[in-house]
C-alpha cells in the first residue's frame, strides 16, 4: 500500500512516478529485484546481486554543500570537497526528473537507536534491492511510528541517472552529495549501495558531535556479561568486525556509533555490511550464518549450484553482504550499553614494528586516534609492491565532516571522564615485515584484548618503545612474553630499528597536517626517530 506521505513527499519533489512502494517487505523487495531480472536467489537464501561500474565508494566524487552552515564548520579539502548551492538544487530537480515515469520505493527509517539523538530518514530508491539495502542498515519503526512517521532527511538514490560534469559541476558522471540546510543527501551514477549509508552517516558525523555535543565515532562495539562496553577503532583489514564478534561478548554494533553525554554508547543501524572476501563458517561462524534471506550479496560469483565462490575476486575484492542485526544471534538489546571500559585502536601494520598490545596515554590516545594508522600490502590494490602505510583521520576520515582535532578533544574529554584504557592494537605483522615477517596469531590477539577487558593487564609491568614510546606489557596469561616486544621478534634488531624510524617518519609526515590544532599533549606523543636513523 502506498503511504499518503509517501505520495505528498514525490509531489513536493515533483516526481511523477509510475508506481509507487512504500516500506515493502523484504521478501516482497526480494521478488521484485528477482522479477527485474535485478537479482538471482543463492543456495544460501539470500540474493545476490551486481553494483555495476562501482564495487566500492568512490570518495573523490563525494561533496558537501558549502554555505553559511557549513562554511566555517566543515575541514574542507581533498575528503570533504566543496559543492554550490545553486548547481546542488539544479542536480537534484534534474535526478527528481530523472525518475519520473518509474517505479520508486521508499523507505521510512532511523539512524540511531538512541530515541534523543536518532534522525528520521527517508530514502527514495530507483531500484529495490537498494531499498532493501536501507531497510536492513537503518532501524525499522514501529507499525505506530510509520503511521506519523515525519521525516528530517531525505535520500534520493538513482544509480541509472548520469551526471553532466561540466554541466553540473561533478567531477565525473557519478557523484553522493550532501547539503546539510537542504536536509538530503542525492547519489547517482553508482548502484554501490555503501553510498547511501555512508551518506547518511557523514550527516550523523556533522549533526551530532557539531550540534548534539554528542561523539560520533567509525567504529565496533560489544558489552560483557557484566555491563563492560568495549569499543574497536580501526580501518578495512584490521579486524574491527572479527574482534567484535565474541560469543562471550554481546553485539552493539559493526560500524559506527555516538557517546552521549547520558553515558550511553549507541548504535547507529540496524544491519550489518561485512565483507566476504574468503569467508568461511569456521572463520567467521557469525557472518557466514548470517547469509539467508534478507541478506543481500554484492558483487560475488556463485558455483553452479548457487553457492557462493567466496575466495573469488573476480568482480571485486570488495564483495559484501548486508543483512539485518538480529541475523547475528548474541546482539545487545535495544543497541545501546553504558559508557566504555576499554577502547581499542587496532591497526595492521605490515613493517611489523608496532607491539601486538599497548597502552597509550592520554596524548598518545589522541595522536594514535587522529593519525588512524594501518597499512596496505602487496597484492591488495594495483601497483602495491611493498607496505604503504595509510592514515585516515579518527579511523574514518573520509566520513567525517569536522576538523579531526574536533573528534580528537571530544574522545579524549569522554575518556578522562569515563576513565577508559586506551589499548593500541597491532594486528599485523611479527618477525620482520610483510614478506618476511608472519601476520599476528588471532589466537594471541584475542587473548591479549581479553586479558585487557578483564583487568588482567593491570597488574602487570610495562616498558616503554624507544621509537614510538607505547608502553608494552612485559607479560599476559597464554601468550609467549617474547612477542610483546616486538624487537625481540626480530633476527635482525638493527634492521627491526631501520624499520620503526620509517614508520615514525611516516607518523611525523603525516601529523604536520594537524599540528596547528593539537595540543602541547598531543604533540608530545608523537614517535621520536632514533638519533643516526638512515
Same mark, same amino acid.
Given at each position: 500500500?502506498?503511504?499518503? /506521505?509517501?505520495?505528498?513527499?514525490?509531489? &513536493?519533489?515533483?516526481?511523477?512516478?509510475?508506481?509507487?512502494?512504500?516500506?515493502?517487505?523484504?521478501?516482497?523487495?526480494?521478488?521484485?529485484?528477482?522479477?527485474?531480472?535485478?537479482?538471482?536467489?543463492?543456495?544460501?537464501?539470500?540474493?545476490?546481486?551486481?553494483?555495476?561500474?562501482?564495487?566500492?565508494?568512490?570518495?573523490?566524487?563525494?561533496?558537501?554543500?558549502?554555505?553559511?552552515?557549513?562554511?566555517?564548520?566543515?575541514?574542507?579539502?581533498?575528503? /570533504?570537497?566543496?559543492?554550490?548551492?545553486? +548547481?546542488?538544487?539544479?542536480?537534484?530537480?534534474?535526478?527528481?526528473?530523472?525518475?519520473?515515469?518509474?517505479?520508486?520505493?521508499?523507505?521510512?527509517?532511523?539512524?540511531?537507536?538512541?530515541?534523543?539523538?536518532?534522525?528520521?530518514?527517508?530514502?527514495?530508491?530507483?531500484?529495490?534491492?537498494?531499498?532493501?539495502?536501507?531497510?536492513?542498515?537503518?532501524?525499522?519503526?514501529?507499525?505506530?511510528?510509520?503511521?506519523?512517521?515525519?521525516?528530517?532527511?531525505?535520500?534520493?538514490?538513482?544509480?541509472?541517472?548520469?551526471?553532466?560534469?561540466?554541466?553540473?559541476?561533478?567531477?565525473?558522471?557519478?557523484?553522493?552529495?550532501?547539503?546539510?540546510?537542504?536536509?538530503?543527501?542525492?547519489?547517482?551514477?553508482?548502484?554501490?549501495?555503501?553510498?547511501?549509508?555512508?551518506?547518511?552517516?557523514?550527516?550523523?558525523?556533522?549533526?551530532? #558531535?557539531?550540534?548534539?555535543?554528542?561523539?560520533?565515532?567509525?567504529?565496533?562495539?560489544?558489552?560483557?556479561?557484566?555491563?563492560?562496553?568495549?569499543? !574497536?577503532?580501526?580501518?578495512?583489514?584490521?579486524? +574491527?568486525?572479527?574482534?567484535?564478534?565474541?560469543?562471550?561478548?554481546?553485539?552493539?554494533?559493526?560500524?559506527?556509533?555516538?557517546?552521549?553525554?547520558?553515558?550511553?554508547?549507541?548504535?547507529?543501524?540496524?544491519?550489518?555490511?561485512?565483507?566476504?572476501?574468503?569467508?568461511?563458517?569456521?572463520?567467521?561462524?557469525?557472518? =557466514?550464518?548470517?547469509?539467508?534471506?534478507?541478506?543481500?550479496?554484492?558483487?560475488?560469483?556463485?558455483?553452479?549450484?548457487?553457492?557462493?565462490? !567466496?575466495?573469488?575476486?573476480?568482480?571485486?575484492?570488495?564483495?559484501?553482504?548486508?543483512?539485518?542485526?538480529?541475523?547475528?544471534?548474541?546482539?545487545?538489546?535495544?543497541?545501546?550499553?553504558?559508557?566504555?571500559?576499554?577502547?581499542?585502536?587496532?591497526?595492521?601494520? &605490515?613493517?611489523?614494528?608496532?607491539?601486538?598490545?599497548? +597502552?597509550?596515554?592520554?596524548?598518545?590516545?589522541?595522536?594514535? !586516534?587522529?593519525?588512524?594508522?594501518?597499512?596496505?600490502?602487496?597484492?591488495?590494490?594495483?601497483?602495491?609492491?611493498?607496505?604503504?602505510?595509510?592514515?585516515?583521520?579518527?579511523?574514518?576520515?573520509?566520513?567525517?565532516?569536522?576538523?579531526?582535532?574536533?573528534?580528537?578533544?571530544?574522545?579524549?574529554?569522554?575518556?578522562?571522564?569515563?576513565?577508559?584504557?586506551?589499548?593500541?592494537?597491532?594486528?599485523?605483522?611479527?618477525?620482520?615485515?610483510?614478506?618476511?615477517?608472519?601476520?599476528?596469531?588471532?589466537?594471541?590477539?584475542?587473548?591479549?584484548?581479553?586479558?585487557?577487558?578483564?583487568?588482567?593487564?593491570?597488574?602487570?609491568?610495562?616498558?616503554?618503545?624507544?621509537?614510538?614510546?607505547?608502553?608494552? #606489557?612485559?607479560?599476559?596469561?597464554?601468550?609467549?612474553?617474547?612477542?610483546?616486544?616486538?624487537? /625481540?621478534?626480530?633476527?635482525?634488531?638493527?634492521?627491526?630499528?631501520?624499520?620503526?624510524?620509517?614508520?615514525?617518519?611516516? =607518523?611525523?609526515?603525516?601529523?604536520?597536517?594537524?599540528?596547528?590544532?593539537?595540543?602541547?599533549?598531543?604533540?608530545?606523543?608523537?614517535?621520536?626517530?632514533?638519533?643516526?636513523?638512515?
Amino acid at each position: 500500500m502506498t503511504s499518503k /506521505n509517501h505520495l505528498e513527499a514525490l509531489d &513536493a519533489l515533483h516526481i511523477k512516478a509510475r508506481e509507487v512502494f512504500s516500506n515493502l517487505h523484504p521478501d516482497v523487495l526480494e521478488a521484485h529485484s528477482i522479477s527485474k531480472n535485478m537479482a538471482v536467489r543463492t543456495a544460501h537464501g539470500a540474493i545476490a546481486i551486481n553494483t555495476g561500474t562501482f564495487t566500492g565508494r568512490s570518495p573523490e566524487d563525494r561533496f558537501i554543500v558549502k554555505d553559511s552552515l557549513t562554511e566555517d564548520a566543515v575541514w574542507w579539502g581533498a575528503i /570533504n570537497k566543496p559543492f554550490e548551492p545553486g +548547481k546542488f538544487q539544479s542536480l537534484k530537480v534534474k535526478i527528481c526528473n530523472y525518475l519520473n515515469d518509474k517505479d520508486i520505493y521508499i523507505r521510512d527509517a532511523y539512524a540511531g537507536a538512541h530515541p534523543s539523538y536518532r534522525l528520521s530518514v527517508r530514502v527514495i530508491n530507483e531500484y529495490p534491492w537498494s531499498n532493501q539495502f536501507a531497510g536492513n542498515m537503518f532501524i525499522q519503526p514501529s507499525a505506530d511510528e510509520l503511521a506519523d512517521f515525519q521525516s528530517d532527511w531525505t535520500v534520493i538514490n538513482a544509480p541509472g541517472f548520469l551526471a553532466d560534469p561540466e554541466v553540473d559541476g561533478t567531477r565525473q558522471s557519478n557523484f553522493a552529495i550532501i547539503d546539510f540546510t537542504d536536509k538530503s543527501i542525492i547519489i547517482g551514477g553508482t548502484g554501490y549501495t555503501g553510498e547511501i549509508k555512508k551518506g547518511i552517516f557523514s550527516a550523523l558525523n556533522f549533526i551530532l #558531535p557539531y550540534q548534539k555535543d554528542v561523539l560520533s565515532m567509525h567504529c565496533s562495539a560489544n558489552v560483557g556479561t557484566q555491563g563492560d562496553t568495549s569499543i !574497536f577503532f580501526g580501518l578495512s583489514g584490521t579486524g +574491527k568486525t572479527t574482534l567484535s564478534a565474541d560469543p562471550n561478548r554481546r553485539l552493539i554494533g559493526d560500524d559506527e556509533h555516538g557517546w552521549c553525554s547520558d553515558n550511553t554508547i549507541f548504535n547507529f543501524e540496524g544491519g550489518c555490511y561485512a565483507k566476504v572476501i574468503d569467508l568461511s563458517a569456521d572463520k567467521e561462524p557469525d557472518i =557466514f550464518n548470517a547469509i539467508r534471506p534478507h541478506a543481500i550479496l554484492e558483487n560475488v560469483i556463485l558455483n553452479s549450484d548457487g553457492t557462493v565462490k !567466496f575466495e573469488d575476486a573476480t568482480i571485486t575484492q570488495n564483495t559484501r553482504v548486508s543483512y539485518p542485526i538480529d541475523h547475528i544471534a548474541n546482539i545487545q538489546p535495544g543497541s545501546m550499553a553504558e559508557n566504555p571500559k576499554n577502547i581499542f585502536f587496532l591497526t595492521a601494520d &605490515a613493517y611489523g614494528t608496532l607491539p601486538p598490545i599497548s +597502552k597509550l596515554t592520554p596524548g598518545q590516545a589522541a595522536y594514535h !586516534f587522529i593519525s588512524g594508522y594501518t597499512a596496505k600490502v602487496a597484492g591488495t590494490e594495483e601497483g602495491i609492491n611493498e607496505p604503504k602505510a595509510v592514515f585516515s583521520a579518527c579511523f574514518g576520515a573520509p566520513f567525517m565532516p569536522l576538523h579531526p582535532t574536533y573528534y580528537a578533544n571530544m574522545l579524549a574529554s569522554k575518556m578522562e571522564a569515563a576513565g577508559v584504557n586506551v589499548w593500541l592494537v597491532n594486528t599485523g605483522w611479527t618477525g620482520g615485515p610483510y614478506g618476511t615477517g608472519k601476520r599476528m596469531s588471532l589466537k594471541h590477539t584475542r587473548r591479549m584484548i581479553t586479558a585487557a577487558m578483564q583487568g588482567e593487564l593491570d597488574a602487570v609491568s610495562y616498558i616503554q618503545h624507544e621509537v614510538f614510546g607505547l608502553y608494552m #606489557p612485559t607479560s599476559c596469561p597464554e601468550v609467549p612474553s617474547d612477542i610483546l616486544d616486538p624487537k /625481540n621478534t626480530w633476527s635482525n634488531p638493527e634492521e627491526y630499528d631501520e624499520y620503526a624510524n620509517e614508520l615514525a617518519l611516516k =607518523f611525523s609526515n603525516n601529523f604536520k597536517q594537524f599540528e596547528s590544532e593539537a595540543t602541547k599533549e598531543i604533540l608530545e606523543a608523537a614517535p621520536r626517530v632514533l638519533v643516526g636513523a638512515k
